[in-house]
């Protein structure tokens, strides 16, 4: 048996769906699309992809704008030739650790 404190609750609330107050939403808020991030707010890592299959690719360095990024993977210095090479990714919120970008080889064939 539900209260006197419970009942004036449910009455109150029963007046107030009635009046228009409590609106129904139409998505949960987990189906809700977040925006995305303006170009300008993105941030971006550095990857180091290997030819050889045993060793895991790296994330270099973290935190970079798409400029910071595309210019460290245009710069010669950045890959040798058979063996590495640098590479960007946007980087998520959600990633943890030096691996965890989800990669461990790039799908293009033969280098």
Request: proline share 4%; charged share 40%.
């Amino acid at each position: 048996m539900a209260s006197k404190k419970q009942l004036a609750w449910r009455k109150k609330f029963a007046k107030m769906s009635k009046a228009g107050k409590f609106k129904k939403k139409s998505k949960l808020h987990s189906q809700i699309r977040k925006t995305p991030k303006a170009k300008s707010e993105r941030k971006y890592m550095i990857i180091r992809f290997f030819r050889d299959p045993e060793k895991e690719s790296q994330v270099i360095r973290r935190d970079l704008t798409l400029k910071q990024a595309r210019k460290h993977t245009n710069d010669p210095k950045t890959r040798e030739a058979g063996v590495w090479f640098d590479g960007y990714d946007e980087q998520d919120e959600t990633m943890i650790g030096g691996s965890s970008h989800g990669y461990t080889r790039p799908d293009t064939g033969d280098w």
